[in-house]
C-alpha cells in the first residue's frame, strides 16, 4: 500500500477528459494534476521543446511526492516518453491513440486517428499504425484549431461544428467507420463530433484503457491507495481562469488550485 498522491499532466485542460476516467475507476486514490497552460500548445513544438518542458513538469509532480505519473497528453507521449522513462525512476503510463481498437473495430477496414500536428508527424505514431493496423487503412489527421477551442472552454457551437467539418467530413466519403481521438482535448467535444459524423462512425478515446492500464501498474508495484486524500489542481497558467474552465468541463467543483511557476 502506498497513499501518495497520482501525478497527471498535460499541456491544459485536455488531460483532465483521462483525469476523469481514472478517478471514477479509482476512487481510493489522491491526484495531483497539472496544466502547463503557460507553454500551451505543445502540439506545435519540436521534439526537442516538447522533451525538455516535459522534464520540467515531471521534475514538479516529482516534487509533489507522486508516486506514480500519467503522461494525459498523446503530444507528450509519442514525443517524450523514452526520454522521461530514461530520467525518472517511478512508473510514468503514457496515453497514446488506440491504434489496435480502431484497427480491431473497423468494418469498412477504413479508420482514422485524429490529433493535434506534432503527434500526426510523429515516428511514434507512424510506428504504433505499421504495428497494429493489420490490414487496415488508418489516416492521420493534425488538427492545430480544435483543442484551443477546448482549451477556452468551447465545446460546442458553430466554430467547434465548421472545425470538426473541415477536418473530418472527407472520412466519411472515404469509407471511415472508427475514429481514435488522439488528443485528449477531444473527448470534451465528442458529443458534437458524433452530431456530425452520424452514428456510422463510431469515437474511440484512451481513458478507459488508461484507467485500466494504472490499476494494474499499481496492484504491479504493489502501490494502491488505501485512504483517499485531497486531489491538487496547479497550473502555469492562469488559476481562475483554469479553475473556471475545468469546472465547467468537469462538471464539478474544483478546490485546491493554485498557480506555479515551474
Ligand atoms: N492534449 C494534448 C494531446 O493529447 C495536446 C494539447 C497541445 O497541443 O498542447 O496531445
Redesign the pocket.
Known amino acids: 500500500m502506498n497513499n501518495r498522491p497520482i501525478g497527471i499532466f498535460?499541456?491544459?485542460v485536455?488531460?483532465l477528459s483521462i483525469l476523469d476516467s481514472v478517478k471514477k475507476h479509482l476512487p481510493n486514490e489522491s491526484y495531483v494534476y497539472l496544466a502547463d497552460q503557460k507553454n500551451?500548445?505543445?502540439?506545435?513544438k519540436s521534439v526537442v521543446e516538447i522533451q525538455e518542458i516535459a522534464y520540467k513538469v515531471v521534475s514538479f509532480l516529482v516534487s509533489k511526492k507522486v508516486k506514480l505519473v500519467i503522461i494525459?497528453?498523446?503530444?507528450?507521449s509519442v514525443n517524450a516518453i523514452k526520454h522521461l522513462r530514461s530520467n525518472f525512476d517511478i512508473p510514468i503510463i503514457a496515453?497514446v491513440p488506440v491504434v489496435k481498437t480502431i484497427s480491431e473495430k473497423s468494418k469498412t477496414k477504413k479508420a482514422a486517428v485524429f490529433?493535434?500536428p506534432?503527434?500526426a508527424k510523429s515516428k511514434y505514431l507512424k510506428d504504433l499504425i505499421k504495428k497494429f493496423s493489420n490490414g487496415t487503412k488508418i489516416y492521420t489527421i493534425g488538427n492545430s484549431k480544435l483543442?484551443h477551442l477546448v482549451e477556452e472552454g468551447i465545446v460546442n457551437g458553430p466554430t467547434v461544428r465548421s472545425t470538426v467539418e473541415n477536418s473530418l467530413l472527407t472520412l466519411i466519403e472515404d469509407g471511415v467507420d472508427s475514429i481514435a481521438l488522439?488528443?485528449?482535448?477531444y473527448p470534451f467535444v465528442a458529443t458534437e463530433i458524433k452530431k456530425i459524423l452520424g452514428s456510422k462512425i463510431a469515437l474511440y478515446d484512451s481513458g478507459g484503457a488508461i484507467a485500466r492500464r494504472t490499476e494494474y501498474v499499481l496492484a504491479h508495484e504493489n502501490i494502491p491507495s488505501s485512504v483517499k486524500g485531497e486531489d491538487y489542481y496547479y497550473t502555469t497558467g492562469d488559476a481562475v481562469r483554469f479553475r473556471q474552465i475545468a469546472e465547467k468541463l468537469m462538471k464539478l467543483d474544483l478546490k485546491n488550485v493554485t498557480g506555479v511557476k515551474i
Not at 488522439?182 to 482535448?185: A, D, S
Open positions: 498535460d499541456s491544459g485536455g488531460g500551451y500548445p505543445y502540439g506545435g494525459a497528453c498523446n503530444t507528450v496515453v490529433t493535434t506534432a503527434t483543442e488522439g488528443c485528449t482535448h
